[in-house]
């Protein structure tokens, strides 16, 4: 980036220093052109005042052969030279060539305007590019144009001259760019550097206005990504611990029928014990896989169209026996309900919170569950009659391995990881979840789930 910077300063300097370079001798040239001409202007207003134009009137009136014989100065050029035309264009005189073997000069730009407006000029190049010819062209009284040129430089030619002059300041001024570029580039970036090296004091480097809220949104990034850390180091320690339960009651029972201390009805206890404990275990470990495939899903999984009336029928029926050991009345409400969703998740979704509200709930409690359509959005609602959940810990049963009682949870078969693997589907489907609790009375979860456009 540095570098970058460097260059296009480089870059644009340079080119400033080149434009304005160009620019300044187009202008100076011009200004010279102006000058040249402004001086053969007064020398021609001179010649045709005084002597010399009364000289060049006489020539006028004598034939034209004989000043071009007498007229021309014999190959020495004068640095000004001066012609008289008359108004056919014939060349009456000429102070550098010979007049009567000049050719007509009717044609001439300059001339043509002297006879039209009065006065006339011109620039014309020379036959080698490093010198321009200036002509300024003057009506004299008697109807003949006087004509005095003068050769000076070309704007190449002074360019050619004033290249050394020009190519050291040219050179001075890139190098004074370079470094300017380069001190600039540093002091530019010098708060980005600052950011960097110091992330996570963003507010104590003094930084750019604009780079605030990139600087935050990093600063964010970078919180999330050592939250994301911390809480998967925490889910770690949380499994071996909730595996370790289950393990050690197995190792303790089979050793002790292992060692013949049980015997009898004691066999039979600890072989259902460790029975349950495996359950247990593999309960654990198909939750904590679960919740680890829904952690790398990507968030954007083509869907199907399924009904979640049907979804919540089916799942009603499966947990019918498992309500009836509890004395809990299981039902289902609602009616045909078709959206997009995948299938598996959204039967994990309703399996989960029906077998929250069955377990958490008193004997001779109700489950009801609903699906249907409110405000063109397919919601899903599972209410029971339960023990309900405390306020303060409302937000937190979403959290993997957050039980409110754990011994409740841990007699019911719960692995805590249950809702949070409703909160993974709910964001799959870019759904919103509700929850509505009081203890002793019950808990209501519901669903609401994208409308059909989504
Ligand atoms: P678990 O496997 O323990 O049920 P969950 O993640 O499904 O884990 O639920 C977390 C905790 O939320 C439960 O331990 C329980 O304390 C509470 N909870 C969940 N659903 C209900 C409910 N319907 N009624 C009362 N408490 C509930």
Request: hydrophobic share 40%.
């Given at each position: 980036?540095?570098?970058?910077?460097?260059?296009?300063l480089?870059?644009i300097?340079?080119?400033?220093?080149?434009?304005?370079?160009?620019?300044?001798a187009a202008?100076?040239?011009?200004?010279y052109?102006?000058?040249?001409?402004?001086?053969?202007?007064v020398?021609?207003?001179?010649?045709?005042?005084?002597?010399?134009?009364?000289?060049?009137?006489?020539?006028?009136?004598?034939?034209?052969?004989s000043?071009?014989?007498?007229?021309?100065?014999?190959?020495?050029s004068?640095?000004?030279?001066?012609t008289?035309?008359?108004?056919?264009?014939?060349?009456?005189?000429?102070?550098?060539?010979d007049a009567?073997?000049?050719?007509?000069?009717?044609?001439?730009?300059?001339i043509?305007?002297?006879?039209?407006?009065?006065?006339?000029?011109?620039?014309?190049?020379?036959?080698?590019?490093?010198k321009?010819?200036?002509?300024?062209t003057?009506l004299?009284?008697?109807?003949?144009v006087?004509?005095?040129?003068?050769?000076?430089?070309?704007i190449?030619s002074?360019?050619?001259?004033?290249?050394?002059?020009?190519?050291?300041?040219?050179?001075?001024?890139?190098?004074?760019?370079?470094?300017?570029?380069?001190?600039?580039?540093?002091?530019?970036?010098?708060?980005?550097?600052?950011?960097?090296?110091?992330?996570?004091?963003?507010?104590?480097?003094?930084?750019?206005?604009?780079?605030?809220?990139?600087a935050?949104?990093?600063?964010?990034?970078?919180?999330?990504?050592?939250?994301?850390?911390?809480?998967?180091q925490?889910?770690?320690a949380?499994?071996?611990?909730?595996?370790?339960?289950?393990?050690?009651?197995?190792?303790?029972?089979?050793?002790?029928?292992?060692?013949g201390?049980?015997?009898?009805?004691d066999?039979l206890?600890?072989a259902?014990?460790i029975?349950k404990?495996?359950?247990?275990?593999?309960t654990?470990?198909?939750?904590?896989?679960?919740?680890?495939?829904?952690?790398?899903?990507d968030?954007?999984?083509p869907?199907?169209?399924?009904?979640l009336?049907?979804?919540?029928k089916?799942?009603?029926?499966?947990?019918?026996?498992?309500a009836?050991?509890?004395?809990?009345?299981?039902?289902?409400?609602?009616?045909?309900?078709?959206?997009?969703?995948?299938?598996?998740?959204?039967?994990?979704?309703?399996?989960?919170?029906?077998?929250?509200?069955i377990?958490?709930?008193?004997?001779?409690?109700?489950?009801?569950?609903?699906?249907?359509?409110?405000?063109?959005?397919?919601?899903?609602?599972?209410?029971?009659?339960?023990?309900?959940?405390?306020?303060?810990?409302?937000e937190?049963i979403?959290?993997?391995?957050?039980?409110?009682?754990?011994?409740?949870?841990?007699?019911?078969?719960?692995?805590?990881?249950?809702?949070?693997?409703?909160?993974h589907?709910?964001?799959?489907?870019?759904?919103e979840?509700?929850?509505?609790?009081?203890?002793?009375?019950?808990?209501e979860?519901k669903?609401?789930?994208?409308?059909?456009?989504?």
């Open positions: 980036m540095k570098k970058k910077i460097n260059r296009r480089m870059f300097s340079s080119m400033a220093v080149v434009i304005t370079f160009l620019s300044m202008v100076f040239y011009r200004i052109q102006e000058q040249v001409l402004d001086d053969l202007r020398y021609a207003y001179a010649l045709s005042d005084g002597a010399a134009a009364g000289a060049a009137q006489d020539m006028t009136v004598a034939e034209k052969g000043y071009g014989e007498n007229g021309g100065s014999g190959g020495i004068d640095p000004v030279r001066v008289v035309i008359n108004p056919e264009g014939m060349v009456l005189y000429d102070s550098n060539a009567g073997r000049m050719d007509n000069h009717a044609d001439r730009p300059e043509r305007e002297a006879f039209e407006c009065g006065e006339g000029s011109s620039i014309r190049q020379s036959s080698t590019m490093k321009n010819t200036f002509y300024y003057l004299l009284q008697d109807g003949n006087l004509r005095v040129a003068k050769e000076a430089h070309s190449w002074i360019l050619y001259s004033s290249m050394p002059v020009i190519f050291l300041s040219v050179c001075a001024l890139i190098l004074l760019c370079m470094l300017v570029s380069h001190y600039l580039t540093g002091s530019l970036l010098a708060p980005i550097e600052k950011i960097a090296a110091n992330m996570d004091n963003i507010e104590d480097n003094d930084i750019y206005e604009e780079l605030v809220p990139f935050e949104t990093i600063r964010k990034q970078h919180e999330t990504i050592l939250h994301n850390a911390s809480m998967r925490e889910f770690s949380n499994v071996s611990h909730e595996l370790k339960t289950p393990l050690t009651a197995i190792s303790g029972y089979s050793e002790l029928i292992g060692n201390m049980a015997s009898g009805d066999v206890r600890f259902d014990e029975h404990s495996a359950n247990r275990l593999l654990l470990i198909d939750d904590t896989i679960r919740l680890s495939e829904l952690d790398v899903i968030k954007n999984i869907f199907e169209d399924i009904d009336y049907e979804i919540a089916d799942n009603v029926e499966m947990l019918q026996l498992r009836e050991d509890r004395s809990v009345l299981l039902s289902v409400e609602g009616g045909s309900c078709p959206m997009k969703g995948d299938r598996q998740m959204i039967e994990e979704l309703v399996y989960n919170l029906c077998d929250n509200a377990n958490y709930n008193n004997a001779g409690g109700t489950v009801t569950v609903s699906a249907q359509k409110e405000e063109g959005r397919p919601v899903l609602r599972v209410r029971d009659t339960g023990i309900g959940i405390p306020e303060e810990y409302q937190r979403f959290e993997r391995f957050y039980r409110v009682d754990k011994s409740r949870s841990k007699s019911t078969g719960g692995t805590g990881l249950g809702l949070a693997i409703v909160k589907i709910v964001a799959v489907h870019h759904a979840i509700f929850l509505n609790s009081k203890v002793g009375k019950g808990t979860f669903i609401v789930f994208a409308g059909a456009s989504v």
